[in-house]
């Protein structure tokens, strides 16, 4: 595998944030983040909401050759340019760096004006703060409006086999722009997997992720049944490369236009990092890309533009 494949996978740590998640000891932390550096993978993501997520991250990785990206996340009032200094100072401090890899920014509220904060962001680009600079869950008015500020690199959305709204006009936008999209839900938190093919409804899940947010995510896009339909398709690609239905999947999304990373959650199972990492070191050919999408296209209603639920 080169380190092209490699790099394609980004490592999901908001699992380190003991408020959502149950508690993993940092030694085991520092395990798990070892498994993931001896097998290639160098890029991680993170967010100065996830807790401790920041911080340990910087502890344990310091002085690794990796890539670490971050969010800065804004809620409710328009900050000021103080405000957004502090921000990152503070990530700089939590990740022990000189200078943060890539910030992404989340920002809820799209009624409130965010062309100041923009500017601010663009000054720090300058200054050399940070290296680059992204956004997450941007619906397609929102990025073209970002872009007359500053230079945007990345966006992170969710797509998947059965959320692809970013297909509608987030996906051209980002090519013509040259802005990476990172894809994360890329299994519906779990769901296109083979442990729920045959699973008559999805599974009250004690996970909020799962439980909540990708259930409702599924019921948006047409409930559980198509869901059951697309598993047996996916299990007939896998069973063709002797992969999981998780690999193809996540295979899938990378082959997609303009995507150049997919997020995958953190995990201290060495057999499922190894998984995820293979995921992406092969290709569909086009005759099976081509029935995924088709199949996908005759299950699933997009509803929208990116970012039209989730608030």
């Known amino acids: 595998m080169n380190s092209q494949e490699k790099s394609s996978l980004i490592v999901g740590c908001w699992q380190l944030d003991d408020r959502s998640w149950k508690r993993i000891p940092e030694t085991d932390i520092a395990r798990a983040l070892d498994i993931y550096l001896a097998l290639g993978t160098t890029h991680f993501d993170t967010a100065d909401i996830y807790g401790r997520s920041e911080s340990v991250l910087g502890r344990l990785l310091k002085g690794s050759d990796c890539t670490i990206l971050t969010k800065a996340v804004f809620f409710d009032n328009i900050p000021n340019s103080t405000q957004i200094r502090s921000k990152i100072e503070n990530s700089l401090r939590n990740l022990q760096r000189d200078t943060l890899d890539c910030v992404q ?37 929102m990025l073209e409006k970002a872009l007359q500020y500053a230079t945007i690199s990345t966006h992170q959305v969710q797509y998947s086999l059965i959320d692809r709204r970013v ?8 090519l013509q722009h040259n802005i990476a999209l990172l894809s994360y839900g890329s299994l519906a938190g779990g769901f296109l997997s083979d442990k729920f093919r045959g699973i008559s409804s999805p599974p009250s899940e004690g996970s909020h992720a799962r439980g909540f947010y990708y259930n409702s995510m599924i019921r948006a896009h047409g409930g559980w049944q198509p869901v059951l339909e697309m598993l047996d398709t996916l299990a007939e690609v896998a069973k063709k490369y002797e992969k ?18 997919v997020i995958s959650g953190f995990t201290q199972d060495r057999q499922q990092i190894q998984k995820n990492i293979e995921a992406l070191s092969f290709q569909l050919d086009k005759d099976e890309l081509q029935l995924l999408s088709a199949r996908s296209s005759t ?13």
């Open 105 to 141: 920014i989340h920002w809820h509220n799209p009624e409130l004006d965010f062309a100041s904060t923009f500017r601010v962001f663009a000054e720090l680009l300058e200054q050399g703060k940070i290296r680059k600079l992204g956004v997450t869950n941007f619906n397609t008015p």
């Open 167 to 174: 297909e509608n006009s987030m996906q051209s936008l980002c």
């Open 244 to 261: 999981t239905i998780s690999q193809v999947a996540l295979n899938w999304v990378k082959q997609q236009s303009g995507v150049t990373a």
């Open 299 to 311: 299950l699933f209603k997009q509803p929208g533009d990116i970012y039209s639920y989730e608030r």
